[in-house]
């Protein structure tokens, strides 16, 4: 099948910064986006989803953005704090298929 | 509440024995899962189940296989380890089949030498 990919494996941000995530798709049936975060040594917690029918949605400091044109997905954090430092991970679903995950990004916030 | 419970958190096996990873969750979701992690590869599926008494096969369920007795036990089974299943293991769950969100456990590190 299609793949999710990430433009950049590795992001580092000052605190207090906002941090944007970015995340390429392929395949244009896909209709379902969500972001994961994973923290080292634990499991991938669910962030923040969005539909194809939409092109922004917020959530607590997070903002989703999806442009279909360019099959385009962000994830923008506001104010980053230390407690941001995970690897994040894009998903995307068409129809009734199983959620296919992007490789990661890992982002390191500094004091 | 635990939400998803996986068991062991860690183990060495040597290649060739039998290994059953278990997961257990407390949330009364229909649908449960089974990925592996693996560095530069992301998450990817192994097997899923939609609902008790049926299961079916993901990205990746080669060397493995599940079954769902009940609702709340999801256990993933090597009949025959390889070092090539040397992994992380993560099991999740979700409301429903096509929900999004999902719960992920914390994961069991397989080393298989």
């Known amino acids: 099948g299609e793949s999710v990919g990430l433009h950049l494996p590795t992001l580092s941000v000052q605190e207090g910064d906002n941090s944007i995530i970015n995340c390429a798709y392929s395949?244009?049936?896909?209709?379902?986006f969500i972001w994961y975060k994973q923290e080292s040594g634990k499991g991938p917690q669910f962030i923040i989803d969005?539909?194809?029918?939409?092109d922004k949605r917020q959530g607590q400091r997070v903002t989703v953005l999806l442009n279909k044109t360019v099959k385009h997905l962000s994830l923008q954090i506001a104010a980053t704090q230390p407690g941001d430092s995970a690897v994040y991970f894009c998903a995307e679903r068409s129809g009734y298929s199983t959620l296919t995950f992007g490789k990661g990004t890992m982002l390191l916030v500094s004091p | 509440i635990a939400g998803i419970t996986q068991a062991p958190t860690s183990q060495i096996l040597a290649a060739g024995r039998r290994m059953t990873l278990r997961c257990t969750q407390d949330m009364r979701h229909n649908a449960m899962y089974w990925y592996r992690q693996d560095l530069g590869l992301g998450l990817r599926l192994i097997h899923y189940s939609n609902t008790a008494g049926t299961t079916g096969k993901g990205e990746v369920p080669d060397g493995y296989s599940v079954s769902r007795a009940n609702t709340d036990d999801f256990p993933l089974t090597l009949a025959s380890a390889v070092p090539s299943q040397t992994s992380v293991y993560f099991c999740?769950?979700?409301?429903?089949?096509?929900?999004?969100?999902?719960?992920f456990g914390e994961g069991s590190r397989l080393t298989v030498l």
């Open positions: 999740a769950s979700s409301l429903y089949y096509n929900t999004g969100e999902l719960f």
């Open positions: 395949n244009s049936a896909s209709d379902y």
């Open positions: 969005i539909r194809s029918n939409m």
